[in-house]
C-alpha cells in the first residue's frame, strides 16, 4: 500500500479532502502492537501448522467443522478442558476471533464438565448473544436447530428447551434470573464474557456468581465454576478480585489486521467516514464488506443516508452498495439482518454504534473504520444530571472495533484519528457502575437482600453514587428509609419492570390518576429512540404536517397524541409515517414495548383505565416518578433545576421551546454548549406539593408563584 495517499480522488463526491497515512510500514496486527498479553500461563502448542489457512480467500472451500479446527483455540483444547476441570474459577484471556465464545462451551459441553447443569455464557448485548447462539447451534449441525443445545435468553425472548445445554444470555438477563434464584442452580458453569466492558450488569454479576459459588460450596450443593473471558483485559486486577484465580493466555490469532491511523486530527469524523468509505469502495473488489463505527442513531442514519446517495452518482467507481445500519433502537429483526450476506457482486456497508464493538462475528467484513467516538452515559451525583455525552473510546476499545475484521481472512482498519491520538487514550474504559445513575441497581441488589454499601463490587461506586440512589429509591416508596435493606411492596412492583424505577414508579401510580392506557404509552414511547424525523432540510415542513398534534402541555402529550392517531390509521401506517414525518421502525418497536409492559400490568393485577382527554391526569402521573426533574423560570429568563439548583435551557426539538411555562417537567438533559432539558411537560407547583409533599420538605424547595 502507499506510504501515503489521497483519500478523494474524486473531487465531484463533494466531500472535504482529506490525507490518512498509514503507519510509516503498515503495522501488523501482531501481539507487539496489539493489545498487551498477560505474563500468565501461556498455551501454545503446535503453532507451526497456521500458516497453510492463513488465506481467508479460501474461507468458502473449507466446511464450518474445518474451520473449527483453524481456530487458534482448537489445538490448545485440551489443556485448557484440564485447566477448567482443576480451577473453579478461571480467566482466560485470547485474541479477538481466536474463538473462545463460540469453541469453549461446546469443548466444555463435550467433556460433560458441566454435568447435570446447564452452561450460561453472557454477552453485554442481545446481538451478540443472538447471533453467537445462532452460529454455534450452525456449527453442532445435523439438523440442530436454535433452542435444541444451543439457545439464547434476551430481554423478552427465551430460545431454550429442556434439552439446552449451552445458553447465551445477555447480562442483565442473567442479573434478572438471580433475583429469582440467586444460587444460580440453573447453571453449573457461568461463562461472563466480554468481561473488559464493565457493564454495570456485569459488575454487579462478577459480586453475585462470587457469593453464589461460595455458598454453593458451604451448602454441599452442586459446584458452580466461574470463567471470565475477554481479549482485552486488565488480568491482574480481576484475578485479584476472583480470590487471586488462575488466568490463562491463550496465544494466536486468526488473521492479520493492518491498522491505519490518519496524519492528522478529524473533528468531522462523520464526513472522514464517508471519505475512507469510497476510498476503499473504489479500490476492494465487491463482496469485500465494511463496518463503519459511529456514536448513535442520528449520525449513523446521515452517514448512511450520504453512502446511498453518493452510491447513485454515475461516477463512482465500484459495485452497487447495500447500506445497513445497527443501533440499539431498531427493532431485534432489523439488527440481525446485517449478518445475511449480500448478493454476489455487491458491497456491504454497516454503519454502526458501538453495538457491533465486541463478540460479533459479521461474514464478509473486510475492513474497519473506527471514528474513535463512543456516545456514553454520565451520572453526576453531585448535580442529579445524567448526561449522554460524545467522547473518546479508550484504547481497549479500539482493539475490540479493530478485532471485528481478521476473524475469516486478512483485514484493515482505517483509524480516523492519530496515531498520538490513540496513545493519549485511556487504556480501559471507566466501568459503567462508577459513572451511572446507580438507582436501579440498588433496587435490583435489594430485591437480592443486599444492600449496596456493603455489596462486593470489583471497583466500589464513588459513595455518593449510592447515597443518591438510596435517596431517590426512598422519595420514589420503594424503600422506607435509606438504610433500609427491605423493600416495600411498592418496590416489589417496581422490580418487576424492566424499567428505570422512576418509570416503574409512574406506572404504578397511573391507577390513582386513572390513566395506565396514556402512562402505557407515554413510557413505552420514552423507552425507544425519537419517533420523530425531522431532516435538517425538512425541519419546517415536518413541523408543520405535525402541528395538529402539538399539545401547550409539552412534548409528552404531543407524544400521545401522534401514538393515538398512529393508533388508528390501520393499513396505510408506511405512507402516514411518511406524510408526517414519523420514524416507523421506532413507533412499532414502542408499540411492541408497550405490548409486553401492559402484559406485566395485567400479570400484577393492574386495570388498564383511560383518562380520555383528561391530560393533567397524564402530566400529574409523570410527576410522581420524575418530580425530581422540575425547573423553574426565574425572573432573568433562565430556567433553574428545582433540585440541585442547575442553569438549564429548553432543547429546540421541543414543543414548549420558544414558550416559557413557568415550571417543567423534563426527562432528560443533554450536554452540548450548554445544558438542554429534553422531552417536556408543563405542570403546576401546587401538584410538587400535592404529589412529592416529603420531597419538597426534605430539600426545603420553595416555589415561586406560578404566573
Ligand atoms: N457467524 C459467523 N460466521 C462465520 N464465521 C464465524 C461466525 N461466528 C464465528 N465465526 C468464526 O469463528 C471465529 C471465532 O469466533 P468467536 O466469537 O468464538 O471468537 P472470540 O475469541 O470469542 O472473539 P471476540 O473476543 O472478538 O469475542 C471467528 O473468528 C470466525 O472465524
Known amino acids: 500500500m502507499d506510504s501515503k495517499y489521497n483519500l478523494i480522488g474524486n473531487n465531484k463526491l463533494n466531500i472535504t479532502k482529506f490525507k490518512i497515512k498509514p503507519k510509516p510500514t503498515p503495522v501488523l496486527f501482531s501481539k507487539k502492537n496489539g493489545p498487551p498479553s498477560p505474563k500468565k500461563i501461556k498455551l501454545n502448542e503446535n503453532e507451526s501448522n497456521k500458516s497453510s489457512y492463513m488465506n481467508g480467500n479460501n474461507k468458502f472451500k473449507i466446511s464450518i467443522q474445518e474451520q473449527r479446527t483453524k481456530l487458534p483455540v482448537y489445538d490448545k483444547k485440551n489443556k485448557l478442558l484440564d485447566l477448567i476441570r482443576r480451577n473453579n474459577t478461571l480467566i482466560i484471556m485470547g485474541e479477538t476471533g481466536s474463538g473462545k465464545t463460540t469453541q469453549i462451551p461446546q469443548y466444555i459441553n463435550a467433556a460433560k464438565l458441566q454435568n447435570e447443569g446447564r452452561i450460561g455464557i453472557t454477552q453485554p448485548r442481545r446481538v451478540a448473544a443472538v447471533s453467537i447462539a445462532m452460529r454455534v447451534a450452525q456449527e453442532y449441525g445435523n439438523g440442530q436447530q436454535v433452542g435444541d443445545t444451543v439457545g439464547y435468553t434476551v430481554r423478552f425472548e427465551d430460545v431454550t428447551s429442556k434439552r439446552t445445554k449451552i445458553k447465551y444470555l445477555t447480562d442483565g438477563m442473567l442479573l434478572r434470573e438471580a433475583m429469582f434464584d440467586s444460587l444460580l442452580m440453573e447453571y453449573t458453569v457461568i461463562i461472563l464474557d466480554e468481561a473488559h466492558e464493565r457493564t454495570i450488569h456485569t459488575d454487579v454479576l462478577f459480586g453475585i456468581v462470587k457469593t ?100 447513485k452518482d454515475p461516477e463512482v467507481e465500484g459495485p452497487p452498495i447495500r447500506v445497513c445500519t445497527l443501533y440499539a433502537a431498531q427493532p431485534s429483526t432489523q439488527q440481525m439482518s446485517v449478518f445475511n450476506p449480500s448478493p454476489e457482486n455487491m458491497r456491504k456497508v454497516i454503519v454502526s454504534t458501538n453495538i457491533a464493538e465486541t463478540s460479533v462475528t459479521i461474514t464478509g467484513i473486510k475492513y474497519i473504520i473506527d471514528c474513535g467516538m463512543v456516545k456514553a452515559r454520565t451520572y453526576h451525583p453531585a448535580t442529579g444530571l445524567e448526561l449522554l455525552k460524545v467522547q473518546r473510546i479508550s484504547q481497549e476499545q479500539a482493539w475490540q472495533r479493530t478485532g471485528r475484521a481478521g476473524r475469516e481472512s486478512e483485514g484493515t482498519c482505517y483509524r480516523l484519528y492519530t496515531r498520538s491520538q490513540f496513545e493519549m487514550m485511556q487504556k480501559s474504559t471507566i466501568p459503567e457502575i462508577q459513572r451511572a445513575n446507580l438507582t436501579s441497581v440498588a433496587l435490583q441488589l435489594l430485591a437480592l437482600d443486599i444492600h449496596a454499601l456493603f455489596f462486593d463490587f470489583m471497583d466500589k461506586p464513588p459513595e455518593d453514587a449510592i447515597t443518591a440512589a438510596f435517596e431517590q429509591l426512598k422519595l420514589l416508596g420503594a424503600i422506607d428509609s ?105 413507533i412499532l418497536q414502542a408499540r411492541e414495548v408497550r405490548c409486553q409492559l401492559e402484559d406485566i400490568c395485567r400479570k400484577s393485577g393492574m386495570t388498564i383505565s383511560s383518562c380520555g382527554s383528561q391530560m393533567d391526569q397524564v402530566r400529574k402521573c409523570l410527576l410522581t416518578g420524575l418530580f425530581m426533574n422540575v425547573a423553574e423560570l426565574h425572573r432573568d429568563r433562565q430556567y433553574i433545576t428545582l433540585d440541585k439548583r442547575q442553569v438549564v435551557s429548553i432543547h429546540p426539538s421541543s414543543v414548549l421551546h420558544g414558550q416559557q411555562p413557568h415550571f417543567i417537567l423534563f426527562t432528560e438533559v443533554v450536554q452540548t454548549t450548554k445544558c438542554y432539558l429534553r422531552l417536556l411537560s408543563t405542570v403546576d407547583s401546587d401538584w410538587l406539593y400535592e404529589i412529592a409533599p416529603d420531597y419538597m420538605r426534605t430539600h426545603s424547595i420553595k416555589c415561586t408563584k406560578d404566573s
Open 482 to 586: 435509606v438504610e433500609s435493606t427491605a423493600l416495600t411492596p411498592l418496590g416489589e412492583q417496581m422490580v418487576k419492570f424492566p424499567l428505570d424505577p422512576r418509570f416503574s414508579k409512574i406506572l404504578l401510580s397511573a391507577h390513582n390518576f386513572g390513566c395506565l392506557e396514556e402512562v402505557l404509552t407515554v413510557v413505552s414511547l420514552l423507552s425507544v429512540e425519537s419517533i420523530l424525523l425531522s431532516p435538517p432540510n425538512k425541519k419546517e415542513q415536518a413541523n408543520s404536517v405535525r402541528q395538529k398534534f402539538f399539545s401547550a402541555f409539552g412534548d409528552h402529550v404531543t407524544l400521545l397524541n401522534i401514538y393515538r392517531e398512529f393508533s388508528n390509521v390501520g393499513q396505510n401506517m408506511r405512507g402516514w409515517c411518511h406524510e408526517h414525518y414519523i420514524n416507523m421502525r421506532n
Open 212 to 311: 453464589a459459588q461460595k455458598v454453593r460450596e458451604a451448602k454441599n450443593f452442586a459446584p458452580l465454576k466461574i470463567l471470565i473471558m475477554s481479549a482485552t483485559m486488565d488480568v491482574d486486577h480481576f484475578s485479584k478480585y476472583f480470590n487471586d484465580c488462575q488466568a490463562v493466555y491463550l496465544e494466536g490469532r486468526t488473521y492479520p489486521v493492518n491498522i491505519f491511523h490518519t496524519v492528522r486530527p478529524h473533528d468531522d469524523y462523520q464526513t472522514a467516514c464517508v471519505a475512507t468509505f469510497f476510498k476503499i469502495h473504489r479500490e476492494a473488489p465487491a463482496n469485500q464488506d465494511v463496518l463503519i463505527f459511529l456514536t448513535g442513531q442520528e449520525e449513523i442514519e446521515a452517514v448512511a443516508h450520504q453512502i446511498r446517495l453518493l452510491g
